[in-house]
């Protein structure tokens, strides 16, 4: 590309066949270390409840094993789901790393309730609890700076003063929420590339200024898989791109299987539709075609920022693809050793 392109990156922490959730979370670890070295701007953690093939489950305690495994590059949340949470607690935990990592953290919402039922009950709620994610945000943004109203006296310690950047995650109406709000805006295709422009256009046009973000901030988040081949970087993302087929036909998210694995599954016509759309909608290619595709990327939505989510069955194939996807970027290699 022909200048340098913010690249982050957010690890769902996945559980691969054979593995174990330890093994995941250990791992998870020692990438953020590995893409630190390469120059990646941002390394964020997820949130998932009861999810075979996920290990993170609680992205505040994870971000703090990352931060302390790295130095230098920003460490957040893509996201913490606020509806599962009291505004409170997510305050002071993101006050304790603040604390801790000062300058380093960022704080990244999300609206998400629960893959299903059971689980929303074991979390205390219902599939309505997104209804009130604007208040919850209004509430949290307020222990920050001691002006929260919804409970006259609660402070906040030790975030209050503090100053954490806060990102809002959306598929769609999410980002008018973003825009109202006046914050950054994280997006990914899940509806269709289409669904995504109209509502980066609507953020754009809509926005109101905050004190945390004077102008609108668009992170597109895409799968990005990068190797010596087409055909090699596209067997890289077939091991996500089963099991979202596979929760898709069978409501469970598994443990990912190996390219040749998935490649042998006997699969219905529809698990073959699926697995074919989850992967058309993904980049991956040569350095050369990677490089073209995230300069379409960038300029279709005119993103300040690539949040790269790309989960493969070989950690070592993904770390050369990151490795081969930083190059691409031009985000500045460092001499430090990179690990396997």
Known sequence: MNSPLRLSVLDRSPARQGGDHATALR???RFAADVEALGYHRFWVSEHHSVPGISGSAPTVLAAAVASATSTIRVGTGGVMLPNHQPLVVAEQFGVLESLFPGRIDMGLGRSVGFTEGVRRALGHGKDAAAGFGEQVTELLGYFTGKQESFPGVHAIPAEGLRVPVFLLATGSGADQAAELGLPLVIAAVRGEQTMLDAIGRYRDSFRPSALSPSPYVVVSSAVAVADSSE???RMLLSEAWSTTYSRTHGVFPPLLPPAAVLAQPMTDRERRLLDSSLAGQIYGTEAEVSDALRGL???????????????????ERLDSYQRLARVADIGLTTKTVTG
């Open 298 to 316: 960038v300029e279709r939505t005119c993103a300040d920022e690539v949040l790269v989510t790309t989960s493969v069955h070989d950690p070592a």
């Open 27 to 29: 791992d998870t670890v």
């Open 232 to 234: 090699r970087a596209w």
